[in-house]
C-alpha cells in the first residue's frame, strides 16, 4: 500500500471498527481456525516466541497461546483501537505497521498474520517478516483472492465504474513474493467462506462493521441515489440462495519457512 493517504484512511476505518469487529468478524474467526490447522500440518516444532502481525481484537492470538500456552505472543496492529482492544488478553502488545516492525532481527520463532497482507505491499511486508523470523522459522498468512466478493462486484457493474472491492492478489504472485522474500517450502492452499445475510444492507454494515470499506484508489465517494440503489439491490437478489444473499471470501492460505543458517 504506497499511498500514505490511503493507509491513514484504512488505519482511520479499523479504529472506527474496533468496537463492532468481533460481532461482525464471522469469516475473519473460520480463517484464523483454519491457518492454525495448516500451520499446525506444516510446521512441527513448539514455537518460544510468536508475533501476530495485524491482530485485530486479539482472535488469533488467543487461539495460538491456546495451541503453545508457554510461548511468548506479541501482537503488532497499526490501528491503536485495535491494539487496545486486543491488549485486554495479552500482555505484549504493540501498535505497529507491519511493513516496518520495531522489532530486532531474529526474534521470532512464528510470524503470523490472518487477513491483513491485502491492506498492505505484499514484498514489503514479507521482506520484513523473513528479517524478524529466526532460521528455521515458520510464516503463516491468510489474505483474500480476486474472487473475493464477487457477487458484489457483478451487482454494482451495471451501475457505475468506480471500484467496490480491493485488487486481491492471485495465489501465484503470493507464492512469488514470499519466494522473493527469501522464504521457501511454500504451501499454498485456496478456498471459499460464504456468509449469508438477509438483505443488502445488512450485508454492506457487515463489512464496514469489520472496517473493510476502504476500496482503495478509485472508489465511490459520493452517495447513491435511490434509483441506482435499487439498481444494485435487484442485482445481488439475483445471487441469493435459500440462506440469503451471500458475500464470498477467496480465501488464500500460505505457510513457509525461513531458511536455516
Sequence with gaps: MPDPSLKQRVRESFD????????????????????????????????????????GTGYGAGILGARWPNAQIVVADFAPAMVRQARRGHTFCCAADIEHLPFRAQ????????????????ATTFTEAARVLRAGGALAVSTLGPATFHELRDAFSGVD????????????????????????????????????????????????????????????????????????QTAYE????????????????????????
Design 238 to 261: 439475483r445471487h441469493r440462495t435459500a440462506e440469503g444473499l451471500p458475500a464470498s471470501y477467496d480465501v488464500v492460505l500460505a505457510c513457509a519457512e525461513k531458511a536455516g543458517n
Design 16 to 55: 472506527r471498527a474496533a468496537e463492532t469487529y468481533d460481532g461482525a468478524a464471522v469469516v475473519q474467526r473460520r480463517v484464523c481456525d483454519r491457518l492454525l490447522e495448516e500451520l499446525v500440518g506444516f510446521h512441527a516444532a513448539i514455537p518460544g516466541t510468536i508475533l501476530d502481525a495485524g491482530c
Design 161 to 232: 465504474q468506480y471500484r467496490h472491492t480491493l485488487p486481491f492478489s492471485e495465489p501465484d504472485r503470493i507464492a512469488a513474493v514470499l519466494e522473493t522474500a527469501g522464504l521457501q517450502k511454500v504451501m499454498l492452499k485456496r478456498e471459499t467462506h460464504t456468509v449469508f445475510y438477509p438483505d443488502l444492507k445488512a450485508l454492506l454494515r457487515a463489512v464496514k462493521d469489520i472496517g473493510a470499506n476502504n476500496v482503495g484508489d478509485n472508489g465511490r465517494s459520493g452517495m447513491f441515489g435511490r434509483r441506482a440503489w435499487q439498481q444494485v
Design 107 to 122: 526474534a521470532f520463532d512464528v510470524w503470523w498474520s490472518s487477513l491483513t497482507v491485502q491492506w498492505c505491499d505484499l
